[in-house]
Every structure is written in structure tokens, then in C-alpha cells.
């Protein structure tokens, strides 16, 4: 367990770890990198789907998304392992277009939406998949983060709702394309055999079998027929 927690927290911190250098780097430096943000229905803002979420405005900004980043991000990668990389590139991916294409006109900078994407994600694929370690994940992450439900309304002007919530769809929509993919709920026998029936569904078995007497046992006849019902 202690090796699989080591393995999944890998990514998130070399992430944080990224992210941290250019907000160093631009402190150290005092670069102004908010150009790089999301600039909705802009073309020069097209790359901000990218590269906005390296970008941060404090490091009160960096602290803030960097912990959940830890936290959702190694949850992530220990219980979806090989579905992890791609709701994580995803999640920046598309939460940055529909935040191209339906922000504020400003620019957009920060991992909000990636946070949001991630937890959106791991509480809404708990309860699809109806897993019970999943569950339990998904009601940690309502404790954890559940006032972060109020980042998709508009708050404060300068923060980027409209990246939180589309952030939130997105893990949302991943939850759901990805629910026969990665970790699934153990099956018992009884829900085995539903499958079975449910399978069998529309095909008809009709059984005719003569009399058995010892007077017509070597009349005696199985018959099979098997047709699609309309």
C-alpha cells in the first residue's frame, strides 16, 4: 500500500513541483505572465487552454490549488491508475476551451479548474460505478472540499467562476464517458445471473418433448426452436 501511495503521488507533485518553479521564476524575475491565460474568443488567447493552468497570480493563488492538486491528484492516480493520465489532460484540455469559449472576456489564469475537474470527477465516479471503496473516496472528497461547491457562482470579481465551473462539468462528463473503464465493483452471483437473463433478452426457448413411455421411448423427441421476438 505504502509503495502504491509513492507511485500515485509521483505526477501530482512533479505538477506542483512545475508550477512552483514559474511562479518562482516570475516572482524572482517579476515576469508578468497573465498574457499566458485563457483570453475567451481570442485567437491570442487559444494557447491560455494550455498553458493557463501553469499560471498563477500569488502564491497565495499557487498554495491554494497546489494542496487539492496533491490531494485529488494522488486519490486519482491510486484508485484510477492507468485512467488517471488521460481525466487529468482532459480536464485541462477541455475545461480551458469551454472556458475559451464561454469566459468573461479577461484573462483566465490559474489550476482551479483542473481542482475542480478532479474533484468533480472522483465524487461523481464513486457513486456511478456504485463501488464501495469509491463511494467512500467520494464522501472524503465532500468532506474535504465540499465548500467548493460555491466556486461555480459568481463571488469575487478578479476569480475565475466561470473556470471552476466548467471544470466541475467536465470531471462530471469524464465520471460518466469513463464509468466502464478503470476499477468496477465487485459482482455477486445473483447479479451475475441478472446479466445472464438480461443477455438472453429477447430470444424465446420453446421446448416440446413427446410423452415419456416405455410404449413410444424411442418416439421420443426434443425439439428447439429459438427466434428473435419482434
Not at 469566459?103 to 483566465?108: D, E, K, W
Not at 470527477?121 to 465540499?146: Q, T, W
Not at 475565475?160 to 466502464?180: Q, R
Amino acid at each position: 500500500m505504502k509503495k502504491e501511495l509513492i507511485h500515485a503521488v509521483k505526477f501530482p507533485l512533479f505538477f506542483v513541483c512545475v508550477i512552483t518553479c514559474i511562479h518562482l521564476y516570475a516572482t524572482f524575475y517579476d515576469v508578468k505572465l497573465s498574457h499566458w491565460g485563457v483570453y475567451p474568443r481570442e485567437t491570442n488567447g487559444l494557447y491560455g487552454i494550455i498553458s493557463s493552468v501553469f499560471i498563477h497570480g500569488s502564491w497565495k493563488h499557487l498554495f491554494n490549488n497546489s494542496i487539492p492538486l496533491l490531494v485529488l491528484g494522488t486519490a486519482l492516480f491510486h484508485f484510477y491508475k492507468s485512467l488517471a493520465p488521460k481525466v487529468w489532460f482532459y480536464s485541462i484540455l477541455y475545461t480551458g476551451l469551454l472556458l475559451w469559449l464561454g469566459g468573461r472576456p479577461s484573462f483566465h489564469i490559474g489550476a482551479s479548474g483542473l481542482v475542480y475537474a478532479l474533484a468533480s470527477f472522483l465524487f461523481f465516479s464513486g457513486f456511478i460505478r456504485k463501488h464501495r471503496n469509491l463511494m467512500a473516496l467520494s464522501m472524503s472528497v465532500v468532506f474535504l472540499y465540499g465548500g467548493m461547491v460555491w466556486g461555480i457562482f459568481p463571488s469575487q470579481e478578479h476569480i475565475s467562476w466561470e473556470g471552476h465551473l466548467f471544470g466541475a462539468i467536465n470531471g462530471l462528463f469524464w465520471a460518466v464517458f469513463y464509468k466502464d473503464e478503470g476499477p468496477q465493483r465487485k459482482k455477486y452471483s445473483w447479479e451475475l445471473e441478472e446479466d445472464i437473463l438480461k443477455s438472453l433478452d429477447g430470444i424465446e426457448v420453446i421446448y416440446e418433448e413427446v410423452p415419456k413411455n416405455e410404449s413410444e421411448r424411442e418416439s421420443i423427441k426434443i425439439q428447439y426452436e429459438y427466434k428473435q421476438k419482434k
